[in-house]
């Protein structure tokens, strides 16, 4: 894999993560991060697709010169939602809303 195709991997894998931000309304960091989320929840979004026998919707083959890549970038969103929001819950830490202001 050249350079190329891995910067072209990992910004689909960002705006995988991004649309998993905006979908659940809790950003961990910036857009290396949505990079990092984009990853794991295509990983993520793809096991559990296999593991229910369900099909691939919207998917995505970039053919370059050397190899071709498949992905479904439904299942690579699913996924990074559900990891955003286990990383939502994890930071929260159990804390419920507070009704009032301290001064």
């Known amino acids: 894999m050249g350079l190329i195709e891995l910067l072209?991997?990992?910004?689909?894998?960002?705006?995988?993560?991004?649309i998993a931000e905006f979908?659940?309304?809790?950003?961990?960091?910036?857009?290396v991060v949505s990079i990092v989320v984009g990853v794991i929840g295509a990983y993520?979004?793809?096991?559990?697709?296999n593991q229910l026998g369900l099909p691939q919707y919207l998917p995505v083959s970039l053919l370059l010169p050397t190899t071709a890549y498949n992905f479904s970038m439904l299942w690579a969103v699913i996924g990074s939602i559900l990891l955003v929001a286990l990383i939502k819950a994890?930071?929260?830490?159990?804390?419920?809303r507070r009704r009032g202001r301290l001064l």
């Open 8 to 18: 072209i991997l990992l910004v689909i894998a960002g705006i995988c993560g991004v």
């Open 23 to 31: 979908i659940v309304g809790f950003s961990p960091g910036g857009f």
């Open 44 to 49: 993520l979004g793809s096991y559990l697709a």
């Open 90 to 96: 994890l930071r929260s830490g159990g804390r419920g």
